[in-house]
């Protein structure tokens, strides 16, 4: 057990048995608040005659550095020890509030949501006064004025463009990115890339490629993916679709020599005579079978 240090005005005599009560100020401490939020002995603290105070460790996530504190006394001659009192005690290590920062530097970058006004602070050092005054220019001049971006009451710095090129050169649709560093074709070669105006059009642009990462994001002159306009990819060779065997058409066997003549000579006149045995001429057919024809008639 480590003692804990009492304070100056506190010299008594520490009591043995006071001292020695761990267990039931432990059982004390679990009766409070469940086993599971008592953790080891942290040490005791002698508050006065026969009075010790015993500190646990909690181990309640959202009580981190506290202890609980279970103060025992005993009655002059007792044995035994009772309980006095149960409590929990912030540590010094125990979570406190931090130190309260303003709430436009606690909001961080994807923190605004929709309906959420994020007003800019009047002395922004990336905003500087624009040209505002254009109630009495003519219509001519006023869309002139709104094709170069003038007319605004606050227009970009040159410190707010340099922090812009700065974060988006660093970011994912920058040159250091991994899918940049695997394709050898950038963006400013690439048919789909649109350039940004204003001096930002020298190192950025935006995106017009659907099949590319970062299509309508502003991304760098020197950024690239495998979507670039000027990629090619050899289709390789596939193999014929013909067939290996003609199953529809048939081959003429042409036969040589005597033996092919003879053959087909003799395949001639055999084909010859069962033309005639098929048809015969009338005068041809016996006279019995012409009597039994016409009386069958």
């Known amino acids: 057990m480590t003692p804990v240090k009492a304070p100056e005005s506190v010299r008594a ?3 043995a048995i006071s001292v020695a009560a761990v267990d039931p100020a432990r059982e004390a401490a679990i009766a409070e608040a469940g086993a599971a939020q008592v953790g080891e002995h942290l040490g005791h603290l002698v508050e006065g005659e026969r009075l010790v105070t015993h500190y646990f460790a909690s181990t309640h996530p959202g009580y981190k550095g506290w202890r609980w504190a279970v103060t025992v006394t005993r009655a002059s001659r007792a044995k035994t020890v009772t309980i006095n009192e149960v409590v929990m005690l912030p540590g010094e290590a125990a979570v406190v509030a931090p130190v309260w920062v303003p709430w436009s530097d606690r909001v961080q970058p994807g923190d605004l949501r929709p309906g959420d006004l994020f007003p800019t602070l009047p002395d922004d050092p990336r905003l500087e006064p624009g040209y505002t005054d254009t109630t009495e220019a003519p219509d001519d001049v006023l869309e002139v004025v709104e094709e170069l971006g003038l007319g605004r009451e606050r227009v970009l710095s040159q410190y707010g463009r340099e922090v812009a090129a700065d974060r988006w050169y660093a970011g994912d649709f920058g040159p250091a990115s991994p899918i940049a560093q695997a394709v050898p074709y950038k963006c400013n070669s690439c048919g ?16 017009a490629n659907e099949m590319a990462p970062g299509d309508g994001r502003v991304v760098a002159y020197d950024y690239g993916c495998g979507a670039h306009s000027d990629t090619v990819v050899e289709a390789p060779d596939h193999p014929s679709t013909e067939h290996a065997f003609d199953t529809t058409g048939y081959d003429e066997l042409a036969m040589g020599g005597e033996a092919a003549v003879e053959t087909s000579d003799e395949a001639r006149e055999q084909l010859a005579q069962a033309e005639a045995a098929e048809v015969k001429p009338a005068d041809e057919v016996p006279a019995e079978q012409a009597e039994a024809v016409t009386e069958q008639d």
């Open 192 to 207: 789909y890339w649109i350039r940004l105006k204003d001096s930002l059009g020298q190192a950025f642009g935006v995106c």
């Open 13 to 15: 005599k520490p009591d």
